[in-house]
């Protein structure tokens, strides 16, 4: 199902919003999209849970359930014993009253367990108000004789890119409106076969041809036996300018978007320490844009011109690092490459390089770092010689090295070596207005990025995002501005409804884990009780047994303010 790949990355998005996994079948039970273990045998039907994802298919409802290998709907389920899955929502995709699929939600650990059973009247709720969005939004735009299934029209209209589909003739058989908008918005449906020419040495741009016409086309292109899948970000007739593309890949001083004390600061620092040779060590937790401002220096520095190359050393196991740092010569071990291979640190010779989580740096490669950058040379695994290597480095971690330091952990004399230049970047949630400033770049950044119109922002949305926490820093608000636009009609505001619960602080999380497995939302007799109602009754009976507002609080798990606003709402006394 070469469809498969168009709403992959909103599956991945969604994931990333609510912290679980995310399944999406149609009403065939063939897998679309998914994360996590649920990111393979696409096309296929999953080897598990399809008993609750027939349920929800068959009666056009919600599922949840917390106890899977206990729960009755599980019963006949031949993998009930070997189950991962510890907690299970799935909501329907319903178009025209006809259920297209299920968006299931599913925790396979303890922790995102806990976080769906807290959290599970909300997700519902969000789920089932995207859901019913994106179905909205559903519009057929495929010739009568092409036959596309409209589930898969509905998939290819909800991703954020445009979407172009050639069978092996290479004849179009499906193309979305966004596609549609990037290439020829006046053409409509017209054209009927297509070539691609890929660009080297350009990652993720190629060239489609359609009929006469030519464009230069970012995005990404699969290759599958039924054909061709492209998804475009960006297409426009013409060579790109080459200066442009440089401005693109490699971010000025610019994309340090802020005006809080801490980012107007930051800023003076990388314009006096760019020119600089000496070592930068920039410190910050996950998601405040460490490599951003390590790509802002090399970009206004001398080396400019010369490569900045990235290693991130947690994410490459210890006995790859060596290699991949330092190099290795002919026939240096088995399965090495026939005529060597250069490690990273010549690469980056007469540029610079960013070690990116240098505290996760083994310690005996920290030894040889050491010496590379004191005698400005590396020895490549296996070589009777070592080689010159002049390189500026910049490295950053969220860990508190000094710490590292006293436990044995990381090398003092390296820390000295590399911390010539310390840079510390602030938390979002530390940086006052910058949020507002944050949330207006990456919209129009995203926007332009994926070829639609840039939504506007409600008073109430920028509200619940200045009063959020960011865990996850600029990072995850870049991302979340991606999914908005991903979700959002066309020139509508972004409105609360949009936003995922956890910006929600004021709600309370009912029904409450054994209340929910007691009522069995969704259960095989087909009941489904009102949320609302349920929230009230539990409010009520609170009540009934104390009087005391600040113990009712406490036992809902909310706070007093918010306690008295749902009191009004239901009109207790």
């Not at 290693?311 to 060597?340: H, Q, R, V, W």
Request: hydrophobic content about 40%.
């Amino acid at each position: 199902m070469p469809i498969q790949h168009t709403i992959q990355h909103f599956a991945t998005l969604l994931a990333n919003v609510l912290h679980l996994e995310v399944e999406v079948v149609d009403n065939r039970l063939l897998r679309i999209a998914g994360t996590g273990p649920y990111g393979k045998r696409f096309g296929q039907v999953p080897e598990s849970n399809t008993l609750l994802l027939q349920e929800v298919l068959d009666n056009a409802r919600e599922v949840v359930i917390f106890d899977s290998r206990q729960n009755s709907l599980c019963q006949a389920c031949m993998q009930r014993d070997s189950c991962r899955e510890r907690g299970f929502v799935g909501v329907p995709i319903i178009y025209q009253q006809r259920c297209l699929g299920v968006i299931s939600l599913v925790a396979v650990n303890i922790e995102q367990l806990r976080h769906l059973r807290e959290h599970t009247s909300m997700f519902i709720e969000y789920i089932r108000h995207i859901s019913t969005l994106l179905a909205e939004n559903f519009a057929v735009s495929h010739a009568p004789d092409l036959h596309i299934d409209p589930l898969q029209q509905f998939l290819a209209d909800s991703v954020e890119r445009g979407v172009v589909l050639c069978n092996e003739q290479g004849e179009i058989v499906l193309i979305n409106e966004r596609a549609q908008a990037m290439l020829s918005p006046d053409k409509g449906l017209l054209w009927r076969s297509a070539s691609i020419l890929e660009l080297p040495e350009k990652s993720g741009v190629f060239q489609l041809s359609i009929d006469e016409q030519t464009w230069r086309v970012s995005g990404q292109r699969r290759d599958t036996e039924n054909g061709s899948l492209m998804l475009l970000s960006a297409a426009r007739p013409g060579a790109c300018d080459e200066d442009e593309e440089k401005l693109r890949r490699y971010p000025t001083i610019k994309n340090l978007i802020g005006e809080s004390p801490g980012m107007r600061k930051l800023r003076e620092l990388v314009g006096r320490i760019a020119g600089s040779p000496s070592s930068v060590m920039i410190m910050g937790e996950s998601g405040t844009g460490k490599e951003v401002v390590a790509r802002a220096i090399h970009r206004l520095s001398p080396r400019h011109e010369q490569a900045f190359v990235a290693i991130n050393c947690a994410a490459i196991p210890e006995n790859l690092l060596e290699s991949e740092l330092f190099g290795y010569a002919k026939g240096a071990f088995t399965g090495a490459a026939p005529g060597g291979k250069r490690g990273l640190m010549q690469v980056a010779s007469g540029g610079t390089l960013f070690l990116d989580e240098i505290g996760d740096m083994p310690l005996g490669l920290q030894a040889r770092l050491l010496r590379a950058i004191e005698n400005r040379e590396v020895m490549p695994i296996g070589a009777s010689a070592p080689v010159a290597i002049d390189i500026r480095i910049i490295s950053a971690t969220h860990q508190n090295l000094e710490a590292h330091i006293r436990d044995g952990r990381f090398r003092e004399d390296l820390f000295y070596r590399l911390n010539v230049v310390p840079l510390m970047l602030t938390p979002l949630r530390e940086r006052g207005d910058d949020v507002m400033l944050l949330v207006n770049h990456f919209l129009s950044l995203h926007a332009q990025r994926i070829g639609r119109q840039r939504p506007g922002v409600s008073p109430e949305v920028m509200r619940l995002l200045q009063n959020y926490r960011w865990p996850g820093n600029v990072r995850e608000l870049s991302n979340l501005m991606e999914y908005l636009i991903n979700i959002v009609p066309e020139g509508e505001l972004i409105d609360s409804a949009l936003l995922p619960p956890v910006f929600h602080s004021s709600y309370i999380d009912i029904p409450r884990p054994a209340e929910l497995d007691a009522l069995k939302i969704c259960s095989p007799e087909g009941t489904q009780p009102n949320l609302k109602s349920m929230e009230r009754t539990i409010i009520e009976e609170a009540l009934q047994r104390t009087r005391n507002k600040k113990q009712v609080a406490d036992e809902l798990g909310i706070g007093v303010a918010t306690l008295y606003r749902k009191i009004k709402k239901y009109g207790l006394v």
